[in-house]
């Protein structure tokens, strides 16, 4: 810059020598005429210095703002909910004349349906003037669910279980079988008396002990009928096609007749009898739990609990050595316990009857510390002679072990907890809480100097799922029922195939427990539930002596208390004036009534025609996680009380796990409502969730960070379509799904593409379409309207084939890929240009086709997706006058309806489709997205042209392809097109001549020589080993042969290729 003026820039293309020349002649010389690819160059350069400029501009506009101002967020527009808004009254039909909306909708879908499929009891096995008692040619399908607890939420295990429960239920009822899927709720005993008194304590400060029985029952029942039907609501919610009209509860008048029934029988005939034995006892709920209530938490070492009622964390995971003397004398016995509280109770120390170093002991005495007494050393061979010490200590009250050893030796039983977890024994401890006494005694061992140490030591930890209690090991009088017989005859069944177990890996389980088994306590000490029809007697005779509680011989059953006066009058030989009775306080486990629910709903023991007509049943379809807890219990009760099985087949599936393979959980924040996957949900939704549970602070908050990771902007709208069909796709008879729930949102994508597919396909029908009666071939088909009916005629057998076999994954797959892969991506693009054109007779047959293979595939998926399946086909015209109303009554497809597989078309289809990809991907590569190239296919063998030549419509159609030249011989494409191989005998050439960059083309090839030059070499070194001719097996020889002829092939044709784009270059330059 001189003067402030600034020197003109010398234009881009100015050379040097050309304007010193011009200069010098003083005259204007005309600048020199371009080729047009000097032009075309030039425009490509000035095109991306624009691009450079508009960077820099944008980069400079964006560092002159101030640093701490923040970039202005993008507003996203959110797209308006579509919603049905006709004046539709409950259980009249959703009004579907007029256009489909634009985009799939699951609130406008879902909307109306249920209540017109119950209104026109589709759901009922009486459908269609059937007589339930009369045999139905087509079969009977009969299965029950497993009822959930009445105080619950669906979670998304239980939406799995519906999912695959009522796809069966209507594949089944499609099919024209004669169906009852039969709901119920369970009461729940523990779950709602403990959610009943919470209630009360939080409105009105009143436990239930203020109430008295009769009235906290009474409450129970209001709850029951005010909020007891908010999980039917989320069944019918997940499209669930149950007869409503013949739900039960477990606490129903005729299920509490049938459990008073079951009772007595076992009872009166020895196999249900009273016992003092160790049970799983709550000290918060002052109950006796079953095992599936507790869990069991793994510790590695020392580590810090909490527990209700207790202020401070308590110790758990280590394990305290202590001594017990010798009585006279200085020796000791050194043990070790994880709960050493519980020495208090001990009543021996046992040694293994061949240990050397305490054989000396044998029927010696060790002083207890604190009870001022003394135990004997017992010899008994379930010690482990090498862990520990050698010795253990002894407390039969409080453990399973010692239990069995104290009935081994004749031990005293003492009972060291009373039924709220207090100190019994020891003045000392005695009304202390037992964890209080754990520290107390802990010390008071010190100052005695029988304390030796503490380790760590991992163990697992039982607590109560209901209370969050330590579980405590206690000595309890109860009624228990002997399985030892129904075990036995349940373990045959499976073995002689009377009972299918499907997968049959779950056969080894079931032995395992059953052969195994011991007996099961069925009292449980809380007011809500069955009581127990059992009365202890008194009699008032002198002849009679006194009775104890624990003795059998004193209770008495009945199905009334009349009846059991009577049954006591005849017991004791007395008349009844003399009797008293008293009912058993305590109630029947859950799992009582569960086990009688195939026959109980049916009105068993009076012979109903429903009993007649569905039980037994077909199937029980659940988690494998409850294989013993109920179904088990199910076959033995079935077979003990009514002589047969309650189902054919049980089918067992997987587990839901998160997207990581962790098991659900509260505190992880990972157990998601599945109306929130239905309806979508935000992230602080969810922690909304969280809140307002039962959860503290940490794990609160830790759950929050779960939930962040997984769901950062939440869960998005997915529908209960794609919901249920996601849940069955992933279903396989393994033990566990890692549910990826933002997975289904995929599926509402599929959902889109169906609804689009079937919005262009009524357009494309028009209004005047009437489909044919019966579709049959006729020579006016297309090969591709062919090829569509042998596709669908594939996905039809692969569904028939995988419903009897629970195949889900095979079924959906096959399903999803008809619509998505086939229908939609390929027949329907091929079909666009053919309704264009003024070939009538090809528009009217491919519209024909077109309703076949939308009426079939709705069909095919509407046991999975009943909303849109319905909302789709209710859209179609009918093909005779007098079609079932509804698709969840039409028939299911059957291949002998659609006999149109044919191998040797799809295989020619699929050779036409590897073209078309590989077209599509060679327009991707070079960036064509509207031009349309012409395609050459060289290809070196005739009857590969002649094929191909039958499909260049197809092919031009679909690749987005100018015109299409099949080349065979010497036949050579022009210059300047790219080249890619479908196989070593076709390629496909596009010409690319002033829409590529060919040294960039020229690039790309000299990569794949170098690829492929590696390979040949690595094969035939591998080729040229000494022992390649002898040890090498045929097979191997002859592939790799054919591999290294194909890479020459390649290598050849891509030189080639080469050489074109140079020559092609070398043009454009000049």
Known sequence: MENGTPNPAPAADTKPGTATAAAGDGKEQPPPQKTEAQLKKEAKKQAKLDKFKQKQDKKAKQDSKPKGEKKEKKVTKEKPVIRYEKDTPPGEKKDVVGDLPDAYSPPYVEAAWYPWWEKMGFFKPEYGGRVVSKPNPKGTFMMVIPPPNVTGSLHLGHALTNAVQDSLTRWHRMRGETVLWNPGCDHAGIATQVVVEKRLWKEKKLSRHDLGREKFVEEVWKWKNEKGHRIYGQLKRLGSSFDWERSCFTMDDKLSTAVKEAFVRLHQDGTIYRSNRLVNWSCTLKSAISDIEVEKRELTGRTLLSVPGYDSKVEFGVLVYFAYKIEGSD?????????????????????????????????????????????????????????????????????????????????????????????????????????????????????????????????????????????????????????TEMAQQSMDAVEKGELKVIPDAHIKTWNSWLGNIRPWCISRQLWWGHRIPVYFVTVDDASVTKGDENDNHYWVSGRTEEEARKNAAERFKVSEDKISLKQDEDVL??????????????????????????????????????????????????????????????????????????????????????????????????????????????????????QKADYPTGIPECGTDALRFALCAYTSQGRDINLDVLR????????????????????????????????????????????????????????????????????TTAIYAFWLYELCDVYLEYLKPVLQSDNTAAIATSRQVLYTCLGVGLRLISPFMPFISEELYQRLPRRTGDAPPSICVTPYPETSDHPWFDERLEKDVELAQNVISKARSMRADYNLTKQRADMYLKCSDKDLA?????????????????????????????????????????????????????????????????????????????????????????????????????TQNELEKITDAIKMFKIVAEAADN
């Open 744 to 811: 289904v949102d995929g599926y509402r994508r599929f959902c889109n593409k169906m609804w689009n597919a079937t919005k262009f396909a009524l357009m494309a029908l028009g209004d005047g379409f009437k489909p044919v009666p019966k579709l049959e071939l006729s020579l006016s088909e297309s090969l591709i309207d062919r090829w569509i009916l042998s596709k669908l005629s594939a996905a039809v057998k692969t569904c028939e084939q995988g419903w009897p076999l629970y195949d889900f994954p095979g079924i």
């Open 589 to 706: 486990d859950t799992w009582f009534s569960s086990a009688l629910f195939p026959f109980s709903i049916f009105g068993w023991p009076n012979q109903t025609e429903d009993l007649e007509a569905f039980y037994p049943g077909t199937l029980l379809e659940t988690g494998h996680d409850i294989l013993f807890f109920w179904v088990a219990r199910m076959v033995m009760f079935g077979l003990k009380l009514t002589g047969k099985l309650p189902f054919k087949y049980v089918y067992l599936h997987a587990m839901v796990r998160d997207a990581h393979g962790r098991k659900m959980s509260k505190s992880l924040g990972n157990v998601i409502d599945p109306v929130d996957v239905i309806n979508g949900i935000s992230l602080q939704g969810l922690h909304k969730i969280l809140e307002e549970g039962n959860l503290d602070g940490k794990e609160i908050e830790r759950a929050k960070a779960g």
């Open 331 to 483: 020796d000791e016995l050194i043990v070790a316990t994880t709960r050493i509280e519980t020495m208090l109770g001990d009543t021996a120390v046992a040694v293994h009857p061949e240990d050397e170093r305490y054989k000396k002991y044998h029927g010696k005495r060790v002083v207890h510390p604190f009870r001022n007494c003394t135990m004997p050393v017992v010899a008994d061979d379930f010690v482990d002679k090498e862990f520990g010490t050698g010795c253990v200590k002894i407390t039969p009250a409080h453990d399973p072990n010692d239990y069995d050893c104290g009935k081994r030796n004749n031990l005293e039983f003492i009972d060291m907890l009373d039924d709220d977890g207090l100190i019994t024994v020891c003045d000392q401890f005695k009304g202390m809480k037992r964890f209080h006494a754990r520290k107390a005694v802990l010390k008071a061992l010190k100052e005695k100097g029988l304390y030796k140490e503490t380790k760590d030591n991992p163990m697992v930890v039982p607590i109560c799922s209901r209370s969050k209690d330590i579980v405590e090991p206690m000595l309890k009088p109860q009624w228990y029922v002997d399985c």
């Open 946 to 1046: 002649s094929t191909l030549q039958n499909y260049v419509a197809f092919i031009q159609t679909l690749s987005s392809s100018g015109s299409i030249h099949i080349l065979t011989n010497d036949g050579q494409p022009p210059i300047g097109c790219a080249m890619a191989t479908v196989s070593d005998k076709c390629e496909v050439h596009l010409q690319l001549t002033g829409l590529v960059d060919t040294s960039k083309e020229i690039e790309k090839l000299e990569k794949r020589i170098s690829s492929l030059t590696s390979q040949q070499t690595r094969l035939q070194e591998t080729m040229d080993k000494p022992d390649y001719e002898s040890k090498v097996p045929e097979n191997v020889k002859k592939t790799n042969s054919e591999k290294m002829l194909q």
